[in-house]
């Protein structure tokens, strides 16, 4: 699975807490070692592109 980080991405988890910020960088660090791990939840969002979104954590 690829990833893309677009410029308005990066704006606006600049604007997150620190501790959102964490949990995010913790499970993309998860993702790059396992992309199935179950914890990650992806959700896909587009029907005819590959576009996903996935879960940070809870909170």
């Known amino acids: 699975m690829?990833?893309?980080l677009t410029i308005?991405?990066?704006?606006h988890f600049a604007e997150l807490p620190e501790r959102v910020k964490?949990?995010?960088?913790k499970n993309y660090r998860l993702w790059q070692q396992?992309?199935?791990h179950p914890s990650l939840e992806f959700k896909k969002l587009n029907t005819k592109q590959p576009i996903y979104s996935v879960r940070a954590g809870i909170g």
């Open 2 to 4: 690829k990833f893309e």
């Open 8 to 11: 308005e991405f990066i704006q």
């Open 22 to 25: 964490k949990t995010a960088r």
């Open 34 to 36: 396992n992309p199935s």
